[in-house]
């Protein structure tokens, strides 16, 4: 009764034992979903006329977009089934890691299997369990600036220091590795990349990857290739995986199926470790 008496006269919030995360908070704040909601919903509020989302990368709202008959029919197949409502390992359901692995193996030098392969509901969940679990005391791990705000999120979250290194417009948004240098410690962990980049939509040259590849391997860090965008090139410069370094220096590759087969909704991604030197 004492300890009734002595909460009534308080706020609710003072009340209870429990609250939010404010470093959860502020990390999702900063995110470009959480950016848009805000955007979106005072757009519909006060404006008349329709609204055109064109500051997300998911095509699927425009007609034009759409992916292939043979994926949607697959989907349903495996739906009515019902071979596949169990739960799954966590690394996901060998068949599709397998599958995975096959496509991934057609453009770099070495054949990844099942075992390479960590399936994840999306690149944000890849992102999220590969910054987790290089998240140890003192770790830093160098982003790329401009990037892709996920990362920073999910650093904050986990307390990993975050290091930014620029990317150099007039060099065609190639990295700064000077700079990366002199940003590297003995508890750097990893440098992240995105190729193709978001935001700037840049792709790298064959020539410069080797290079980053070298420096990663003289620093004794790993590199994050964050190729979610990954053969969806309009420019001069080809596509090519950071995995065709993967005999310089381990590479852990993220991707998924969202951008190029047109299904974000889907939320199938992937982790892929390439390193035939088991370094």
Known sequence: MEKEKENAGKPLEEKWHFGHNKAAAAAGSRSIRGTLSKVIASVEETG?????QLGHGDPSPFPSFRTTPIAEDAIVEAVKSAQYNHYSPSSGLLPARRAVAEYLSKDIPYKLSSDDIFLTAGCAQAIDIVIAALARPDA????????????????????VEMRRFDLIPEQGWELDLDQVEKLTDENTVAIVLI???????SVLKYQHMEE??????????????????????FGSNPFIPMGVFGDVVPILTLGSISKRWVVPGWRL???????PKES
């Open 48 to 52: 008349p006329r329709p609204l055109i």
């Open 140 to 159: 830093n791990i160098l982003l790329p600036r401009p990037g892709f705000p996920l990362y920073e999120a999910r650093c904050t979250f986990y307390n």
């Open 195 to 201: 190729n193709p980049n978001n935001p700037s939509g």
């Open 212 to 233: 980053i590849a070298k420096t990663a391997r003289k620093l004794g860090i790993m590199v994050i290739s964050d190729e979610a965008y990954g053969h969806l090139t």
């Open 269 to 275: 991604g992937w982790i892929a470790m390439t390193d």
